[in-house]
């Protein structure tokens, strides 16, 4: 209903609009002409962003499950970091790291997530960190500073 309102709304203010003339930056005039009135919404559009809304709600509610159930059940181990890397990509910066460690099974087993900022300042190859793994299956396994949705309790002060 709102939107239907802004866009009466805007046709209404452009149809009002009558060409005027703009000076450029180098003093020359031209002719401007209003926008036309914007079209019909397409049917499709808000089923759309329903849809995209509801896949990624759901990809970032498994993600968080999926990182509170190794925080919960999987063992804990220490892990060397491999590399961290960051790049940019537009406006934003984005940071991963890769580990390594020796599983419960005597088995080398890698690593790689995004990690924040910070954490890609203070990490550097070859430090530890604390790792957790599902113990049924080592691959499936996060360094601690990855675990972006897991509230740790602070420790009781005395």
Not at 16 to 36: I, R, S, T
Not at 48 to 77: D, H, I, K, W, Y
Not at 105 to 118: A, F
Request: proline share 6%; hydrophobic share 40%; net charge negative.
């Amino acid at each position: 209903m709102f939107i239907t309102w802004q866009r009466e709304h805007l046709a209404e203010a452009r149809a009002g609009e009558k060409p005027h003339w703009v000076a450029d930056c180098d003093g020359a005039y031209k002719l401007v002409q209003p926008a036309p009135p914007p079209g019909p919404l397409s049917p499709w559009l808000i089923p759309s962003l329903v849809g995209m809304t509801a896949f990624f709600g759901v990809a970032m509610e498994l993600s968080v499950r999926r990182q509170l159930e190794l925080a919960r059940n999987g063992l804990e181990g220490e892990a060397i970091v491999d590399s961290v890397t960051s790049r940019r990509g537009g406006r934003s910066e984005h940071h991963s790291a890769r580990w390594s460690f020796i599983a419960a099974d005597q088995k080398l087993y890698h690593g790689s997530s995004t990690i924040s900022g910070i954490d890609a300042e203070v990490l550097q190859t070859g430090s530890r960190v604390v790792v957790y793994y599902d113990a049924t299956n080592p691959s499936r396994n996060r360094i601690e500073n990855a675990l972006w949705a897991v509230e740790w309790d602070q420790p009781a002060t005395a």
